[in-house]
């Protein structure tokens, strides 16, 4: 589990180096898709749902992938990246450790095997369908009142 921890936490860290240093050169004045101010406004999202967004992210598999980018890329301070990215990589190993421990030795679990995956796959994804929903209700909310 050690190991497991700490190639998820290395990962993550090359992850936001490369976003890091990479990341800002595409953010030019001229340049039509990548503009300055969606770089500033990544930073301000980091600096303030950072945080939970790493570990949360941890638990998504897609987004898993970008989030520690982004956060290089939106400049995140360092010790607190670090912080977040060891929690969540902490969370997240032994997490799934322990329910795999427990829940393969189930009967029902050995021989319903491919719907266990299934199931694990949809439940991952629950968080991301309830943030857009969310996101979409505040918005379809902020509309009904600039209509009145």
């Given at each position: 589990m050690p190991l497991l921890i700490a190639a998820a936490v290395?990962?993550?860290?090359?992850?936001?180096v490369i976003g890091r240093h990479?990341?800002?050169?595409?953010?030019?004045?001229?340049?039509?898709?990548?503009?300055r101010e969606h770089l500033l406004r990544t930073h301000e999202f980091y600096e303030r749902h950072g945080g939970k967004m790493l570990v949360l992210a941890r638990f998504v598999p897609i987004v898993r992938t970008f989030a520690p980018f982004v956060?290089?890329?939106g400049r995140m301070r360092y010790?607190?990246?670090l912080a977040f990215s060891v929690a969540g990589g902490t969370l997240w190993v032994a997490g799934f450790g322990f329910l795999g421990y427990f829940f393969g030795t189930l009967p029902i679990v050995q021989e319903n095997?491919?719907?266990?995956?299934?199931a694990i796959v949809f439940i991952s994804l629950v968080p991301?369908?309830?943030?857009?929903?969310?996101?979409?209700r505040a918005r379809s909310r902020a509309a009904d009142r600039l209509r009145w």
């Open positions: 290395i990962g993550d860290n090359v992850n936001y990479v990341g800002p050169r595409v953010f030019t004045d001229g340049n039509r898709f990548f503009k956060a290089g890329i010790p607190r990246f095997f491919s719907v266990a995956v299934i991301m369908v309830v943030e857009v929903w969310k996101v979409r």
